[in-house]
């Protein structure tokens, strides 16, 4: 299944798509490499102070990238809508 994340943050509107393993209503976890990549997304500015990572507005606790990473599936479609830090208006 293919998710659609969308993030409204300081920087604007930022779109990533990922390929996960589920039905709509699971949890899934996910891989090194997608940690990494939503990690990096939102800002990637290495002289930002804004703060902002789509993968910490994605699942809402605190990240140790040792754990496993899990992100919950929308039980209806296949987008997931999330606000950042400053959301843009």
């Given at each position: 299944?293919?998710?659609?994340?969308?993030?409204?943050?300081?920087h604007?509107?930022?779109?990533?798509s990922?390929?996960?393993?589920?039905?709509?209503?699971?949890?899934?976890q996910l891989?090194?490499?997608?940690?990494?990549?939503?990690a990096?997304?939102?800002?990637g500015?290495?002289?930002c102070?804004?703060?902002?990572?789509?993968?910490?507005?994605?699942?809402?606790?605190?990240?140790?990238?040792?754990d496993?990473?899990?992100?919950?599936?929308?039980?209806?479609?296949?987008?997931?809508?999330?606000?950042?830090?400053?959301?843009?208006?």
């Open positions: 299944m293919r998710l659609t994340i969308n993030h409204n943050g300081f604007g509107f930022t779109r990533r990922i390929v996960v393993s589920g039905k709509p209503g699971d949890r899934v891989s090194p490499s997608q940690v990494k990549r939503l990096r997304v939102a800002c500015m290495n002289d102070c804004c703060g902002e990572s789509l993968l910490d507005a994605c699942i809402w606790e605190h990240l140790d990238f040792e496993p990473v899990y992100l919950d599936i929308p039980a209806t479609g296949t987008e997931i809508k999330v606000r950042g830090h400053y959301p843009q208006r």
